[in-house]
């Protein structure tokens, strides 16, 4: 069965200061992909990042980049320059090609930037 | 943009009752997802649909049903409300498997 571990329940920074959130997996499966969300306060998920299991480079998406780690099973977000709207609550998930291709996401972690 | 709405962001019933909430999306997706978020425990899948009239349940399916008749609505169906379903629903859907899911903005579902 597939697990997402996200180990810290809260995180602080300091705005225009990086941030990295950490993000667990495991799996079984050889193809996988990890995705990022952000909730903020309003309640709406926000897609933010994709890795797939294959891909050579990490994936960056403006200040959003993710560093994957594929032997250490590790798919950490990290926020570069954080502003004050980078506080919300932000889940890791990840879909396997097993049944249907949902996903299993983490419990969260809510980051909170102050100025 | 990928448009996901739901039919209310706040919703108090009674224990008992039969509660439907409504989920559309406006982008031609092919698959759709009824989640519910608790605190603490993260968002579960309750059921998924990857086609019109198809359903398949997810990891908390029990004391829900689905609808799904036309590609773009997806109604999550709570056959008699108890207390213990109080929590945030939300809505997604994506184009296919394993690609980004767009969310919706989510209703709060009181039961008293």
């Known amino acids: 069965a597939q697990k997402i571990t996200q180990t810290q329940p809260g995180m602080f920074v300091q705005e225009k200061e990086a941030v990295t959130l950490d993000c667990t997996y495991d799996?079984?499966?050889?193809?996988?992909?990890l995705f990022w969300y952000k909730q903020p306060s309003s309640g709406e998920m926000i897609f933010l990042i994709y890795?797939?299991?294959?891909?050579?480079q990490n994936a960056t998406e403006g200040r959003y980049s993710l560093n994957f780690q594929k032997a250490r099973k590790s798919a950490n977000l990290v926020i570069s320059a954080s502003q004050l709207g980078d506080s919300a609550m932000y889940f890791c998930?990840?879909?396997?090609?097993?049944?249907?291709?949902?996903?299993?996401f983490g419990k969260g972690t809510m980051l909170l930037v102050s100025p | 943009d990928v448009k996901v709405t739901q039919s209310s962001r706040y919703l108090v019933k009674r224990t008992g009752e039969k509660v439907f909430l409504e989920c559309v999306q406006d982008?031609?997706?092919?698959?759709m997802f009824w989640y519910r978020q608790d605190p603490g425990l993260g968002l579960r899948l309750i059921y998924f649909?990857?086609?019109?009239?198809?359903?398949e349940k997810g990891d908390i399916p029990e004391g829900y049903s689905v609808s799904r008749e036309k590609k773009e609505r997806f109604s999550l169906i709570l056959e008699s409300a108890s207390t213990n379903q109080t929590s945030m629903y939300l809505c997604?859907?994506?184009?296919?498997?394993?690609?980004?899911?767009?969310f919706g903005p989510g209703t709060r579902l009181t039961v008293t």
């Open positions: 890795q797939g299991s294959y891909d050579e």
């Open positions: 799996t079984s499966d050889q193809s996988y992909g």
């Open positions: 982008m031609d997706h092919e698959n």
């Open positions: 998930a990840m879909r396997t090609p097993s049944g249907y291709s949902t996903l299993t």
């Open positions: 649909s990857y086609d019109v009239k198809m359903k």
């Open positions: 997604a859907s994506s184009r296919g498997r394993g690609y980004e899911q767009y």
